[in-house]
Structures are given as C-alpha cells and as structure tokens.
C-alpha cells in the first residue's frame, strides 16, 4: 500500500519553543494533505486541509497563526506549532490523498510540551 | 468536520469469535473505508470500497459498501488478540470531502 512518513514521531520541549513536523507521501504524489489531532481514546479531529500550492483550510477553532502549514509540493506538507504550551500537547497525524488514492495516514507524532 | 455514526463503541469478546461492526451516514458517498489504529501508531487502510454493494475481503477482514451508499460494515472472523485496537470507518463524499466515524474499540480476551 501507499507509504506516508510522518516525521518526528516523538518531540518533548519547552513551552513557548516552535515545533515542525512533517509529512511525506512517499510513493504518490498527494494533491490533498489533512492534518488531524487525536486526543487519547477518541476519533480523529480534522485540524485542516492543504491542496498542493493554496493555502490551507482550517476547521473552525483551529487557529491558523498558530498552526501554520505549508503543502510546498505534491510530496512535502508541513505543519507547524508555534510558541507551543502545554496544552498543545497531543498526537498528530498527517494523511495523504489524491483523486485516486483514499487517505493514507503517517505514524503520527507524539508531542509533549513541559 | 462531520462525523458518520459507527457502531458499536466498544467490543469485549473472546478470542475466536466473529466481530461486526457498522457505519452509517445522512449523505451518500462514492467510497467507503475502513482503517485500523494501533496504540501510538497512525490508521492503517484495511479495506477501500468504491462501488455500492461491493464485497470486498483482506484475510479475515471483509466489509460491503451499502447498496444505499449510505452505509457500510466490516466483519472480522476467528478473532485473534492481534486484531486489538480501534476500527474506524471513513467516506468520501460526491464532493471528494472526508468524513471518519468515531471508531469501535476492539478488546480480544485470550
């Protein structure tokens, strides 16, 4: 099957510290890539979706200025948590799909901020 | 966004046993899928449904998209402990957006 890498998968740090994760379609080229936070023993929560070249779409609630993602290319997304706190703290998936291709999910990222 | 109505919540059963779990939802969709999730793991795509009333099977997986288009179930036969974890389905509408069911959690007692 289609391989997403998500990357870290793991990140601890201080509040206030900017954190990057990406997400990486590894053998197609994702023209749709979602971002979703998941809270422990509950469903996925759509965060926001990014078309290759546009600006994302965000949820309602989701702040954008906080995270920010950038979808450089059919391969590439990237989300990124800024001035994080502690209540940031969460798991983030990313997935990747295309018109021919269902949703395919990365391996997501523990993140911790103390 | 949206959620499908995914049933049951939760399953305790004995290993062995066959598992049902459904999705329903108010809009039609052109595909149907069902994903499995590991503890700390992303979902991982059992199964993809594309036509109303296909059958499709993955081992000892098999689900149907819903001759309506508004639903879909997935069976599990002679469950093992392996099969733990949280089973969510997921749609695409005709207007290519995604919605995820709220997940059944699947406990296999040995």
């Known amino acids: 099957g289609a391989v997403v890498s998500q990357h870290p998968s793991r990140v601890i740090c201080k509040s206030g510290t900017s954190v990057k994760i990406e997400c990486r379609s590894l053998?197609?080229?994702?023209?749709?890539m979602f971002w979703y936070r998941q809270f422990p023993k509950k469903s996925l929560m759509l965060m926001a979706t990014?078309?290759?070249?546009?600006?994302?779409?965000?949820e309602q609630g989701v702040e954008k200025d906080k995270f920010l993602i950038n979808h450089a290319s059919l391969t590439l997304s990237t989300l990124t948590v800024t001035s994080a706190h502690p209540e940031d703290s969460s798991f983030y998936i990313c997935?990747?799909?295309?018109?021919?291709?269902?949703?395919?999910f990365g391996d997501g990222t523990r993140l911790s901020i103390l | 966004g949206q959620q499908l109505n995914q049933s049951p919540q939760s399953m305790f059963i004995q290993e062995g046993e066959d598992v049902s779990m459904n999705c329903t939802s108010s809009?039609?969709?052109?595909?149907w899928l069902w994903y499995k999730q590991d503890p700390g793991e992303g979902p991982v795509l059992l199964i993809a449904?594309?036509?109303?009333?296909e059958l499709t099977s993955n081992g000892r997986l098999t689900a149907q998209f819903g001759i309506t288009r508004k639903d879909s179930f997935l069976n599990i036969s002679a469950s093992i402990p392996s099969d733990v974890g949280i089973y969510f389905c997921?749609?695409?509408?005709?207007?290519?957006?995604?919605?995820f069911g709220t997940g059944t959690s699947l406990t296999v007692i040995p």
């Open positions: 449904l594309y036509k109303a009333g």
């Open positions: 997935s990747a799909a295309d018109i021919n291709q269902p949703q395919h």
């Open positions: 997921a749609g695409r509408d005709t207007g290519n957006q995604f919605y």
């Open positions: 053998d197609f080229q994702a023209t749709t």
């Open positions: 809009s039609i969709f052109n595909t």
């Open positions: 990014s078309n290759e070249g546009s600006k994302a779409t965000y």
